[in-house]
């Protein structure tokens, strides 16, 4: 379930079911997805659009594994694992105080972060092999071969619209593709600020030099200590598992900066 495509106040609704009468156009009994999902698994994309009072709800079903439909008493037992996606910086919005800090510390069990697609490039390759198949097959052609050159362009451009872009240009690639190996306009791999680069490896350098300055600078301030108050992750405004992959990525010696 998208958090963000449900007004707020259905999203209760949504998630825990209602009672018939409930409201207006409760006209009905209706199951939530919990109820739905009892003995399964439950995603929630942007987990962070949640309403604060919906927040206060999904806190309980972690914590009691029991909910109440809307305009019901009865409790509903539910086993259900949850997992949620954000693009937000959560602990930045708990600072901000549009996210519940029990809600955060409930469902940061086992946390994943995934980097943008141009700090992974390693995987480019594989993703337009992906989307060519799956896009080919619906529009009933034979392409079999992807043009060395194309491979090359999308593993050199920054990707500021992430694998959603990818998706886009190789679905459009295929719709005008006449033979059995596809390419990809370069044209299309541009963005209005590309006449202000000078190469892309020149600017993904400065980028991850700028970016490894800042963590040092936040690491030796914070005397090396990575979370918590006063943590270098608080100072960057970043999740804590957020920078532990920066670092990671960019080589920096904690110990060395301390």
Not at 63 to 78: C, D, H, K
Not at 101 to 124: M, Q, S
Not at 144 to 171: D, F, M
Not at 218 to 225: E, I, T
Request: charged share 25%; proline share 5%.
């Amino acid at each position: 379930m998208n958090c963000a495509s449900i007004p707020p106040s259905l999203i209760g609704s949504e998630l825990f079911g209602h009672e018939t009468g409930a409201f207006t156009e409760a006209l009905q009994r209706r199951q939530g997805r919990f109820e739905m999902a009892n003995s399964g698994t439950i995603f929630l994309d942007e987990i962070g659009e949640l309403p604060a009072e919906t927040q206060i709800a999904l806190l309980r079903v972690l914590q009691e594994r029991q909910f109440e439909r809307v305009g019901g008493s009865r409790a509903i037992p539910t086993d259900v694992r949850i997992i949620a996606a954000t693009n937000r910086d959560l602990p930045a919005a708990i600072v901000a105080g549009s996210f519940r800090a029990d809600l955060f510390y409930r469902l940061n069990v086992f946390p994943i972060d995934v980097p943008p697609l141009r700090e992974r490039r390693e995987d480019i390759a594989i993703l337009v092999e992906y989307f060519v198949k799956r896009y080919a097959d619906k529009a009933r052609k034979h392409i079999t071969k992807i043009h060395k050159n194309t491979l090359a362009r999308c593993r050199s451009y920054h990707w500021p619209g992430n694998i959603g872009e990818l998706q886009n240009i190789v679905e459009r690639s295929v719709i005008l593709c006449t033979g059995d190996t596809l390419r990809i306009d370069e044209a299309w791999l541009s963005s209005p600020d590309a006449s202000r680069r000078m190469s892309t490896g020149t600017l993904t350098e400065s980028l991850r030099s700028f970016e490894k300055e800042l963590i040092e600078a936040a690491l030796a301030d914070s005397n090396g200590k990575v979370a918590g108050p006063g943590g270098a992750a608080a100072k960057l405004g970043i999740p804590r598992s957020t920078l532990d992959s920066k670092i990671k990525q960019l080589n920096i010696n904690k110990r060395r900066v301390q």
